[in-house]
């Protein structure tokens, strides 16, 4: 039992090029999300699903894309890396609105 | 807009004391709240879900209580081990915002030997 997984583990792109950061869970879940982590913005939601089929915005949206592939897994795209996207990434999945369980994070540097 | 803020942002204690972390929310309009534990360089581990009709949650040395009307929860930690330094981060979970987690800044703990 894996829990959540995420590769890459590190990442560096230069401006404008796109990238895909992939996330599997092996748990069972329906909801699925993906945060980033920044140094004193904390953790903030970019898109979750709430179930396999949808897709929904959270509070940082903006530059990514999403996709819900099945139930266990769900990936996070970057279609033109900006320097503002360097951060760390974590996928996390609950079951419905119960315990959030989290990735051991991506590191990705935009030059 | 649901706000998280979580006081001291960085505390040091000597190995034994009995701490506590405490985390404060500004909608208390919430379905539950979530502590976690975040190592250096690693992903968050989740410590204690407590439900909004519950006042407390204890899993071995840890403690967690809600006061959901005045918008406060506290993280006890008993006996503490240099093994508990770590970043402590709550979440809640409003209860109109669908699964959506807002979390606070953390307190960073170091625990001394």
């Known amino acids: 039992n894996a829990g959540v997984t995420q590769t890459p583990k590190f990442q560096v792109l230069k401006t404008g090029q796109s990238m895909t950061l992939q996330c599997a869970q092996d748990m069972n879940h329906n909801s699925m999300y993906w945060y980033r982590q920044d140094p004193g913005m904390g953790l903030r939601l970019i898109y979750y699903?709430?179930?396999?089929?949808?897709?929904d915005k959270g509070e940082v949206p903006n530059g990514y894309n999403v996709s819900r592939l099945n139930k266990r897994e769900f990936s996070l795209r970057l279609e033109s890396a900006a320097p503002s996207q360097t951060s760390v990434y974590f996928c996390?999945?609950?079951?419905?609105?119960?315990?959030?369980?989290f990735g051991p994070g991506t590191r990705l540097t935009v030059t | 807009k649901q706000e998280v803020t979580q006081i001291p942002a960085a505390l040091s204690v000597p190995e034994g004391e009995n701490l506590v972390l405490n985390c404060s929310f500004t909608?208390?309009?919430?379905?539950?709240l979530q502590w976690f534990r975040q190592d250096p360089g690693k992903g968050l581990t989740s410590l204690l879900l407590?439900?909004?009709?519950?006042r407390e949650q204890t899993s071995g040395r840890l403690n967690a209580s809600l006061d959901k009307s005045s918008g406060r929860s506290t993280l006890y930690i008993a006996a503490s081990q240099p093994g508990d330094s770590a970043t402590y981060l709550c979440?809640?979970?409003?209860?109109?915002?669908?699964?959506?987690?807002?979390f606070g800044g953390g307190t960073r703990l170091m625990v001394k030997p």
């Open positions: 407590i439900q909004s009709s519950q």
């Open positions: 909608d208390s309009a919430i379905y539950n």
């Open positions: 699903s709430a179930s396999e089929g949808t897709t």
């Open positions: 979440a809640v979970r409003p209860s109109n915002a669908g699964n959506m987690l807002t």
């Open positions: 996390a999945s609950s079951y419905a609105a119960y315990e959030q369980y």
